[in-house]
Protein backbone atom coordinates (compact mmCIF):
# COMPACT_ATOMS: atom_id res chain seq x y z
CA UNK A 1 0.00 0.00 0.00
CA UNK A 2 0.98 3.65 -0.56
CA UNK A 3 1.40 6.30 1.56
CA UNK A 4 1.58 10.16 1.62
CA UNK A 5 2.69 11.85 4.86
CA UNK A 6 2.23 15.58 4.59
CA UNK A 7 4.14 16.43 7.57
CA UNK A 8 6.24 19.39 7.88
CA UNK A 9 8.61 18.77 11.31
CA UNK A 10 11.02 17.00 10.28
CA UNK A 11 11.33 14.60 13.55
CA UNK A 12 8.41 13.68 12.90
CA UNK A 13 8.95 12.84 9.33
CA UNK A 14 11.58 10.94 10.22
CA UNK A 15 10.12 8.77 13.17
CA UNK A 16 6.52 7.93 11.12
CA UNK A 17 8.21 7.05 7.69
CA UNK A 18 10.38 4.59 9.38
CA UNK A 19 7.78 3.09 11.31
CA UNK A 20 5.22 3.22 8.63
CA UNK A 21 7.97 1.62 6.11
CA UNK A 22 8.51 -1.37 8.83
CA UNK A 23 4.78 -1.51 8.77
CA UNK A 24 4.57 -2.45 5.20
CA UNK A 25 3.74 0.97 3.57
CA UNK A 26 5.40 2.64 0.69
CA UNK A 27 5.91 6.18 1.93
CA UNK A 28 6.42 9.37 0.30
CA UNK A 29 6.45 12.56 2.11
CA UNK A 30 5.48 16.17 1.53
CA UNK A 31 6.86 18.87 4.12
CA UNK A 32 4.44 21.63 2.53
CA UNK A 33 0.62 22.18 1.94
CA UNK A 34 0.98 23.19 -1.83
CA UNK A 35 3.41 19.78 -2.71
CA UNK A 36 1.16 17.89 -0.16
CA UNK A 37 -2.03 19.00 -2.30
CA UNK A 38 -0.17 18.16 -6.07
CA UNK A 39 1.47 14.81 -5.03
CA UNK A 40 -1.87 13.68 -3.13
CA UNK A 41 -3.92 14.77 -6.67
CA UNK A 42 -1.47 13.48 -9.14
CA UNK A 43 -0.47 9.92 -7.66
CA UNK A 44 -2.83 7.06 -6.67
CA UNK A 45 -2.25 6.63 -2.79
CA UNK A 46 -4.46 4.17 -1.08
CA UNK A 47 -3.97 6.97 2.19
CA UNK A 48 -3.07 9.69 3.31
CA UNK A 49 -1.77 11.00 6.48
CA UNK A 50 -2.24 14.76 7.01
CA UNK A 51 -0.99 17.28 9.41
CA UNK A 52 -3.33 20.57 9.50
CA UNK A 53 -0.58 22.71 10.87
CA UNK A 54 1.62 23.43 7.47
CA UNK A 55 3.79 25.84 5.46
CA UNK A 56 2.08 27.45 2.13
CA UNK A 57 -0.86 26.02 2.35
CA UNK A 58 -2.90 24.27 5.95
CA UNK A 59 -4.10 20.86 6.11
CA UNK A 60 -8.23 21.99 6.10
CA UNK A 61 -7.74 23.75 2.86
CA UNK A 62 -5.85 20.71 1.17
CA UNK A 63 -8.77 18.28 2.25
CA UNK A 64 -11.37 20.90 1.33
CA UNK A 65 -10.12 21.40 -2.18
CA UNK A 66 -9.61 17.71 -2.73
CA UNK A 67 -13.17 16.95 -2.09
CA UNK A 68 -14.40 19.38 -4.34
CA UNK A 69 -12.85 17.95 -6.97
CA UNK A 70 -13.52 14.15 -6.18
CA UNK A 71 -10.34 13.58 -4.85
CA UNK A 72 -11.91 10.58 -2.47
CA UNK A 73 -8.41 9.15 -1.18
CA UNK A 74 -9.24 7.97 2.87
CA UNK A 75 -7.45 10.65 5.23
CA UNK A 76 -6.49 10.40 8.82
CA UNK A 77 -5.65 13.78 9.97
CA UNK A 78 -3.16 14.48 12.63
CA UNK A 79 -3.46 17.61 15.02
CA UNK A 80 -2.21 19.31 17.78
CA UNK A 81 -5.98 21.01 18.25
CA UNK A 82 -8.14 19.22 20.07
CA UNK A 83 -11.23 21.79 20.55
CA UNK A 84 -14.08 19.05 19.78
CA UNK A 85 -15.72 21.71 17.16
CA UNK A 86 -12.52 21.95 15.43
CA UNK A 87 -12.48 17.76 15.01
CA UNK A 88 -15.67 18.35 13.49
CA UNK A 89 -14.69 21.14 11.36
CA UNK A 90 -12.80 18.41 9.74
CA UNK A 91 -15.03 15.59 9.61
CA UNK A 92 -17.19 18.06 7.77
CA UNK A 93 -14.41 18.94 5.18
CA UNK A 94 -13.83 14.98 4.40
CA UNK A 95 -11.84 13.38 6.74
CA UNK A 96 -11.99 10.09 7.77
CA UNK A 97 -10.08 9.98 10.75
CA UNK A 98 -8.80 12.01 13.21
CA UNK A 99 -5.81 11.70 15.83
CA UNK A 100 -4.72 14.12 18.39
CA UNK A 101 -1.13 14.89 18.77
CA UNK A 102 1.11 13.42 20.58
CA UNK A 103 0.32 10.11 19.97
CA UNK A 104 1.09 6.19 19.80
CA UNK A 105 2.60 4.87 16.32
CA UNK A 106 0.95 1.77 16.53
CA UNK A 107 -2.46 3.72 16.95
CA UNK A 108 -2.30 5.39 13.95
CA UNK A 109 -0.94 2.00 12.47
CA UNK A 110 -4.33 1.05 13.38
CA UNK A 111 -6.37 3.34 12.17
CA UNK A 112 -4.58 3.33 9.28
CA UNK A 113 -5.14 -0.19 8.21
CA UNK A 114 -8.88 -0.16 9.39
CA UNK A 115 -9.32 2.43 6.93
CA UNK A 116 -7.75 0.82 3.92
CA UNK A 117 -9.58 -2.28 4.81
CA UNK A 118 -13.00 -0.56 4.67
CA UNK A 119 -12.18 1.14 1.66
CA UNK A 120 -12.06 -1.80 0.13
CA UNK A 121 -15.11 -3.51 2.20
CA UNK A 122 -13.52 -5.49 4.28
CA UNK A 123 -14.55 -5.63 7.69
CA UNK A 124 -12.10 -8.04 9.13
CA UNK A 125 -9.09 -7.38 11.69
CA UNK A 126 -7.47 -9.35 9.32
CA UNK A 127 -6.93 -9.55 5.62
CA UNK A 128 -8.09 -13.01 4.39
CA UNK A 129 -9.73 -14.46 1.57
CA UNK A 130 -10.92 -18.38 1.51
CA UNK A 131 -7.46 -20.16 2.13
CA UNK A 132 -5.08 -17.62 2.79
CA UNK A 133 -4.70 -15.34 5.60
CA UNK A 134 -1.93 -12.41 5.62
CA UNK A 135 -0.69 -11.25 8.93
CA UNK A 136 -0.27 -7.60 9.28
CA UNK A 137 1.99 -7.48 12.28
CA UNK A 138 4.95 -10.14 11.23
CA UNK A 139 4.33 -9.56 7.27
CA UNK A 140 4.06 -13.31 6.69
CA UNK A 141 1.48 -15.24 4.76
CA UNK A 142 -0.52 -18.19 6.82
CA UNK A 143 -2.34 -20.66 4.04
CA UNK A 144 -5.11 -22.95 5.42
CA UNK A 145 -5.47 -25.61 3.04
CA UNK A 146 -1.69 -27.19 4.37
CA UNK A 147 -1.28 -24.87 7.22
CA UNK A 148 1.85 -23.70 5.84
CA UNK A 149 3.62 -20.42 7.16
CA UNK A 150 5.78 -18.46 5.13
CA UNK A 151 7.47 -14.95 5.69
CA UNK A 152 7.56 -12.17 3.12
CA UNK A 153 9.68 -9.82 2.23
CA UNK A 154 8.67 -6.25 2.54
CA UNK A 155 7.79 -5.52 -1.45
CA UNK A 156 5.83 -9.47 -1.31
CA UNK A 157 4.20 -8.37 1.44
CA UNK A 158 3.09 -4.63 -0.06
CA UNK A 159 2.04 -6.35 -3.59
CA UNK A 160 0.07 -9.25 -2.06
CA UNK A 161 -2.14 -7.49 0.77
CA UNK A 162 -2.52 -4.99 -2.69
CA UNK A 163 -3.72 -8.19 -4.58
CA UNK A 164 -5.62 -9.75 -2.03
CA UNK A 165 -7.79 -6.16 -0.99
CA UNK A 166 -8.07 -6.61 -4.55
CA UNK A 167 -9.57 -9.65 -5.80
CA UNK A 168 -11.03 -10.69 -8.16
CA UNK A 169 -9.93 -7.46 -10.20
CA UNK A 170 -7.30 -7.66 -13.43
CA UNK A 171 -4.53 -5.64 -11.92
CA UNK A 172 -1.94 -3.98 -14.64
CA UNK A 173 2.00 -3.92 -13.72
CA UNK A 174 1.54 -0.38 -13.84
CA UNK A 175 -1.41 -0.17 -11.08
CA UNK A 176 0.30 -2.84 -8.68
CA UNK A 177 3.94 -0.59 -9.20
CA UNK A 178 2.11 2.57 -8.27
CA UNK A 179 0.52 0.70 -5.02
CA UNK A 180 3.74 -0.98 -4.12
CA UNK A 181 6.74 1.50 -4.81
CA UNK A 182 7.21 5.26 -3.46
CA UNK A 183 8.10 7.69 -6.12
CA UNK A 184 11.86 7.29 -5.17
CA UNK A 185 12.17 3.37 -5.93
CA UNK A 186 12.76 1.72 -9.43
CA UNK A 187 9.86 1.19 -10.82
CA UNK A 188 11.09 -1.20 -13.73
CA UNK A 189 7.61 -3.71 -14.74
CA UNK A 190 10.11 -6.50 -15.19
CA UNK A 191 10.15 -6.70 -11.35
CA UNK A 192 6.82 -7.18 -10.49
CA UNK A 193 7.20 -10.26 -12.85
CA UNK A 194 9.74 -11.44 -10.50
CA UNK A 195 8.03 -10.91 -7.59
CA UNK A 196 4.35 -12.27 -8.50
CA UNK A 197 6.84 -15.15 -9.36
CA UNK A 198 8.46 -15.20 -5.94
CA UNK A 199 4.80 -15.69 -4.82
CA UNK A 200 3.46 -18.09 -6.69
CA UNK A 201 6.25 -20.08 -4.70
CA UNK A 202 4.75 -19.79 -1.59
CA UNK A 203 1.09 -19.27 -1.91
CA UNK A 204 0.63 -21.75 -5.25
CA UNK A 205 0.38 -20.87 -8.83
CA UNK A 206 -3.67 -20.84 -8.83
CA UNK A 207 -4.03 -18.14 -6.66
CA UNK A 208 -2.52 -15.51 -8.93
CA UNK A 209 -3.84 -15.52 -12.69
CA UNK A 210 -2.18 -14.37 -15.67
CA UNK A 211 -4.63 -11.86 -17.91
CA UNK A 212 -2.00 -12.01 -21.39
CA UNK A 213 -1.69 -8.30 -22.24
CA UNK A 214 -3.83 -7.25 -19.23
CA UNK A 215 -2.00 -8.01 -15.54
CA UNK A 216 -2.96 -10.43 -12.56
CA UNK A 217 -5.82 -11.45 -11.20
CA UNK A 218 -5.97 -12.94 -7.62
CA UNK A 219 -8.26 -15.95 -7.13
CA UNK A 220 -8.86 -17.61 -4.07
CA UNK A 221 -12.77 -19.14 -4.80
CA UNK A 222 -13.95 -21.68 -1.70
CA UNK A 223 -13.82 -25.06 -2.32
Not at 64 to 78: A, E, H, S, T, Y
Not at 81 to 110: S, T
Not at 209 to 216: E, M
Request: proline share 3%; charged share 30%.
Amino acid sequence: MRLLLIEDDPETIDYLKSDLSKAGFAVDVANNGLDGEFLGDSEPYDIVVLDLGLPQKNGMEILQGWRKRDNLVPVIVLTSRDAWYERVDGFKAGADDYLGKPFHIEELIARIRALVSRKHGNVSNCIRTAHVQLDEDVQQVNLTTDGSVHPLTGTEFRLLRYMMLNQGKILSKSNLSDHVYDQASDRDSNLIEVYIRRLREKIGNKMILTKRGQGYVFNDPAL
